[in-house]
């Protein structure tokens, strides 16, 4: 049967249900693992998708693979910015201690990604399209091309060179990253004229504008074209009948360019979209625990035969909640943002965050200082919020204020205010809840040799020469 990848699949998948002991035993007596196809999107809000309860935005794609596969509601990077997600992801280490917090930075000399684990289990192991990590040695992919970030001139994707890479496969296993780069701005791909800025719900967390609204019609076409790659790559798959024994992953990396978005440590900058498609094995379904990126290596190397424990890694493996034996990974999760070194960033404005299922406690390193990045320097809708702002407007008064300058501490409730537009840290009623998510920080911190304001003003120090 020819699976359509331009709607939702509305076979069940009841029955199909594999155990942990099951994945367990066919590892160790067959040398049918799965192959790894991870899609990774780039600068995206979890929320801007149709299976995530946008609907406005198409994404057709994407949501058939939310109906194929294990939805989850609860997957963060470890920061808001591009290289470290992508170096954590790789690593399965959180920023500070792989070496890779800043922006454009590096790893240390002795850290290992994907390729150095998965290559000795017998994996080809490959990269196509947006490349921001670094040094290249310590991410020895097999690299099949493509550009840094896109302008909207040429080709930015070659789609071609995936078909003819799955097709060169024979039985040997693979692990290939797919790396779009969209929706990064500038907005250039898809057609914008699809949506219609008047009739946009936009988050409460922005201004309403006619610049914002109008933003949002070439970022969300350009999160079309983004989900149209996805298909093409679920397509080859099938074409070259690799479908059933590939676990596909699907990320949407860190938030948008929209303000309260990326380079931030709220939900709407730390949160991602997760969708774990593996056909016959794991069970259509949506999962409420909390996963981070840095569990997806110590997965594959599980799935792959690999021996996990043997490995230092921050993450844990995801194999018992893709079987359906376990339905938590972690307790709380953890992220950070650093400031220092950024293009048009603040001298330091480093921020750290701890996330259960009910709160998201914020520790802004640096209160007295003021928040700054591309956003607040030249970004067309935030100049619309200011000038709003400027001319009375009380809520486009206190979006702008609350992004610029911040309190030492933030709390929300996330059940009850899921965008965080509400902080409860000078409330009594929350003090035993503060202190409890900050000794959980204070811990995670010490683990990860984060030395705070030190470590701060010690970013420059890990930039990588590459400052596209």
């Known amino acids: 049967?020819?699976?359509?990848?331009?709607?939702?699949?509305?076979?069940?998948?009841?029955?199909?249900?594999?155990?942990?002991?099951?994945?367990?035993?066919?590892?160790?007596?067959?040398?049918?693992?799965?192959?790894?196809?991870?899609?990774?999107?780039?600068?995206?809000?979890?929320?801007?998708?149709?299976?995530?309860g946008n609907r406005d935005v198409k994404t057709p794609n994407i949501d058939a693979l939310a109906q194929r596969g294990m939805r989850f509601m609860h997957c963060y990077n470890s920061a808001p910015m591009c290289a470290p997600t992508r170096m954590s992801l790789f690593t399965g280490l959180h920023p500070v201690r792989n070496g890779g917090h800043p922006n454009h930075s590096r790893v240390y000399d002795?850290?290992?990604?994907?390729?150095?684990?998965?290559?000795?289990?017998?994996y080809d192991v490959a990269l196509i399209g947006k490349t921001h990590h670094a040094p290249p040695e310590n991410f020895p992919f097999d690299f099949l091309g493509g550009v840094h970030h896109d302008t909207g001139k040429g080709v930015d994707l070659e789609l071609g060179k995936i078909d003819e890479y799955l097709g060169a496969r024979g039985d040997k296993p693979f692990c290939l990253m797919v790396q779009s780069n969209q929706p990064h701005a500038p907005w250039t791909r898809g057609?914008?004229?699809?949506y219609h800025a008047k009739k946009l719900a936009l988050p409460p967390y922005m201004v309403d504008t006619p610049e914002t609204r109008e933003a949002m019609t070439k970022y969300y076409a350009e999160i079309t074209y983004m989900?149209?790659?996805?298909?093409?790559?679920?397509?080859?798959l099938e074409k070259h009948g690799l479908e059933k024994n590939t676990l596909v992953v699907f990320l949407s990396e860190q938030g948008s360019n929209f303000p309260h978005c990326k380079w931030t440590c709220y939900d709407s900058g730390l949160r991602s979209a997760g969708i774990f498609q593996w056909l016959e094995q794991v069970e259509p379904s949506v999962s409420e625990a909390m996963i981070q990126y840095v569990d997806i290596l110590p997965t594959f190397i599980e799935l792959a035969g690999g021996n996990v424990e043997s490995n230092d890694f921050d993450g844990k493996s995801l194999v018992p909640v893709l079987a359906g034996t376990s339905d938590k990974l972690h307790d709380y999760v953890f992220g950070m943002q650093t400031t220092r070194g950024i293009h048009a960033g603040s001298d330091a404005y480093g921020i750290r965050t701890v996330r259960d299922k009910r709160f998201r406690l914020i520790w802004n390193l640096n209160p007295e200082g003021e928040f700054r990045n591309s956003v607040t320097k030249g970004f067309k809708p935030f100049k619309s919020w200011e000038k709003k702002a400027q001319s009375g407007d009380a809520f486009a008064k206190e979006q702008v204020s609350r992004y610029r300058k911040r309190p030492e501490f933030e709390l929300?409730?996330?059940?009850?205010?899921?965008?965080?537009?509400h902080n409860l840290a000078g409330n009594p009623e929350y003090n035993m809840d503060i202190a409890r998510l900050k000794k959980h920080l204070d811990n995670w911190m010490e683990q990860q040799g984060d030395r705070g304001r030190e470590t701060e003003m010690a970013a420059l120090e890990r930039k990588h020469s590459d400052r596209h």
């Open 110 to 122: 002795h850290v290992k990604s994907v390729p150095h684990y998965l290559r000795p289990l017998g």
């Open 412 to 421: 929300y409730d996330m059940e009850k205010d899921p965008f965080e537009m």
């Open 227 to 236: 989900d149209s790659q996805l298909g093409y790559c679920l397509q080859s």
């Open 1 to 52: 049967m020819t699976t359509k990848y331009t709607k939702y699949t509305k076979q069940s998948m009841h029955g199909l249900f594999v155990c942990l002991v099951c994945f367990v035993v066919s590892l160790s007596v067959s040398a049918d693992r799965p192959n790894f196809l991870l899609f990774l999107a780039d600068d995206c809000s979890w929320h801007d998708f149709g299976c995530y």
């Open 191 to 194: 057609d914008a004229s699809v």
